[in-house]
Every structure is written in C-alpha cells, then in structure tokens.
T-cell receptor, first 113, second 114 residues
C-alpha cells in the first residue's frame, strides 16, 4: 500500500531563516505531487505541483520554492522566511492517471517568530 | 477564475439531525467533484467523488452527495449524523481541462452535540 510522509511535524523558525520541508511517498511510482498551505477558514491553497522529476508548476508567486530531486520526493523551501509564511503545510500525491483524487500527508505546522 | 464556494463556515447539529452542506463551483466545462473530510488530528481523506453517471453518489460512513449540473452544485448530505462526524469538510473540483489540479473550497466545520 502507499504511504506519504512529511517532516518535520512541527517547526518554529525565526524570521529570515531558511526553510526546508520534505515529503516522500512510498509504494507507488511517478506520482503527481502537491504542496498546499491550509489556513483556518480559507481552505487549502495550492502552492506547487509536480508531474515528474524536475517539473514544478507554481500556483502562487511568493517567498517559497519547490523541488523534486527524486521521483517520490518533494521539497518545499525558502531562503528567508517571513512572518506570513506561518501556517499548516500539506503534501499530497495522486496517480498520474487519476483525475483529482489525492492522498494527503499528516502536515507540518510552521510557526515563524 | 474558477472557484469553489462553501457558504456554511460552521454548522452545529445535535446527534440524529439531518445534514446538508452546500457546495457551488464556478466553471462551465466538465468537472470531477469531491468531498474530503478532516477528522480532528487525522489526515485529510476522501469522503466521496463524482466523475460521471448517476449524479447521486454514495461515500463512506453513510454520506452521499448530489451533483446538480444546472445549479453548479454538489451538496453533501447525511440523514442522521453522529458525534463521530465532527470534522471539517472540504468540497473540491477537478477541472477536466487540468488533469493534475483540484480546487478546494474554504471548508465547513461541523460540530455535533452528543
């Protein structure tokens, strides 16, 4: 069966520090991968998605970037965090052939101080 | 721009009450529709989905949803809620023209009084 991992589970970082959140998927190959930010009362905002290694689509211009160095690894990064980057970050995957059905990880709670 | 609207931000019901959560989307083309649920402390998970065929779809735990194309709606229903249905519910739309992406609504928090 497939599983998705995210780490860390929680993170407290000062303003201006770098960020690296990691997501890995097991049990499948060539998945579509997604990064979302979830804010209370605002649903899930799609940040980035990837349909293959090295292929990244950005949905919202902002202080973050994403990379996919391996087939089942997706990384969310920032060079300098802003207070507004605080939030709950979710990684998700879907089969390339499946329209819209996505499977979510446990999330990372990021607090920028 | 395409969007998904969930007008009920917080719904409070007593056990055994009937539930209907509204979802409307703005897109004139072919869509796939989903309801996801996030129970307290758990991962977001798929509750039910509509791709084609019978517009009344049934999901897990007694939930169902009806796709009404003319109203651009996909409302979630359950005839008798339980305390364990306390969760946040998200409606989502996959545009047929965009295989990889889905658009989520803002979510409805459901609280069930025991």
């Amino acid at each position: 069966s497939q599983t998705i991992h995210q780490w860390p589970a929680t993170l407290v970082q000062p303003v201006g520090s770098p960020l690296s959140l990691e997501c890995t998927v097991e049990g499948t190959s060539n998945p579509n991968l997604y990064w979302y930010r979830q804010a209370a009362g605002r649903g899930l905002q799609l940040l980035f998605y990837s349909v293959g290694i090295g292929q990244i689509s950005s949905e919202v211009p902002q202080n973050l970037s994403a990379s996919r160095p391996q087939d089942r690894q997706f990384i969310l990064s920032s060079k300098k965090l802003l207070l507004s980057d605080s939030g709950f970050y979710l990684c998700a995957w879907s089969r390339g052939s499946a329209r819209g059905e996505q499977y979510f990880g446990p999330g990372t709670r990021l607090t920028v101080t | 721009a395409q969007s998904v609207s969930q007008h009920n931000h917080h719904v409070i019901l007593s056990e055994a009450a009937s539930l209907e959560l509204g979802c409307n989307y703005s897109y004139g083309g072919t869509v796939n529709l989903f309801w996801y649920v996030q129970y307290p402390g758990q991962h977001l998970q798929l509750l039910l989905k509509y791709f084609s065929g019978d517009p009344l779809v049934k999901g897990i735990k007694g939930f169902e949803a009806e796709f009404i194309k003319s109203k651009f709606s996909f409302n979630l229903r359950k005839p008798s809620v339980q305390w364990s249905d306390t969760a946040e519910y998200f409606c989502a739309v996959n545009l047929y023209s965009s295989a990889s992406k889905i658009i989520f609504g803002s979510g409805t928090r459901l609280s069930i009084r025991p």
